[in-house]
T-cell receptor, first 114, second 114 residues
């Protein structure tokens, strides 16, 4: 079975500072991993995904994530936060064989201070 | 392209009432999903449909039924609403039901059961 753990339900950074949102996964098979963003009162939008092609994945809006098998991690980073990055971020993993829908983490709300 | 659309946006029900949440996608996707989002719990899969004519249970199917009306539409029905079903419901679709497939989400339906 697959699962993800997002460390920190709330993260606050200053505008221009590094953004680091943590995600650790548990998987009995090689995982496919995703980061989604949810802006207030909207649905989820894909930021990036890892599908085993490259360990460093670049996404939209300047975000990237690195798959580290030894650490079972897939942390999301952005070098310089913008006010528009304020949102909730979800890490997700596929469920493996059979059911192929996503298993989501509990989410991290990012606040960006001026 | 409208992408994934959901109706209604908001709904208030009394305990025991029934209702159907509608979802439609115009991307010619084969697979569709229903999730619920509760605070601190991320998204949990209720039901999914790998292709037209098929449906299967997800993590939390109790109290819900679904219908894949055609390739475009996937509805979620609450036969007898309970306060525990107060949540935000998201519909999603993907081209195929593969691990690497990106899911596209609708804007959500906020449901309050009194």
């Amino acid at each position: 079975a697959q699962s993800v753990t997002q460390l920190g339900s709330h993260v606050s950074v200053s505008e221009g500072a590094l953004v680091l949102l943590r995600c650790n996964y548990s998987s009995s098979v090689p995982p496919y991993l995703f980061w989604y963003v949810q802006y207030p009162n909207q649905g989820l939008q894909l930021l990036l995904k890892y599908t085993s092609a490259a360990t460093l994945v670049k996404g939209i809006n300047g975000f990237e994530a690195e798959f580290k098998k030894s650490e079972t991690s897939f942390h999301l980073t952005k070098p310089s936060a913008h006010m528009s990055d304020a949102a909730e971020y979800f890490c997700a993993v596929t469920r493996g064989t059979g059911r192929r829908a996503l298993t989501f983490g509990s989410g991290t709300r990012l606040q960006v201070q001026p | 392209n409208a992408g994934v659309t959901q109706t209604p946006k908001f709904q208030v029900l009394k305990t025991g009432q029934s209702m159907t949440l509608q979802c439609a996608q115009d991307m010619n996707h084969n697979s569709m999903y229903w999730y619920r989002q509760d605070p601190g719990m991320g998204l949990r899969l209720i039901y999914y449909s790998a292709s037209e004519g098929t449906t299967d249970k997800g993590e939390v199917p109790n109290g819900y039924n679904v219908s894949r009306l055609n390739k475009r539409e996937f509805s979620l029905r609450l036969e007898s609403a309970a306060p525990s079903q107060t949540s935000v419901y998201f519909c999603a679709s993907s081209a195929r039901q593969g691990e690497w497939e990106t899911q596209y989400f609708g804007p959500g339906t906020r449901l309050l059961v009194l």
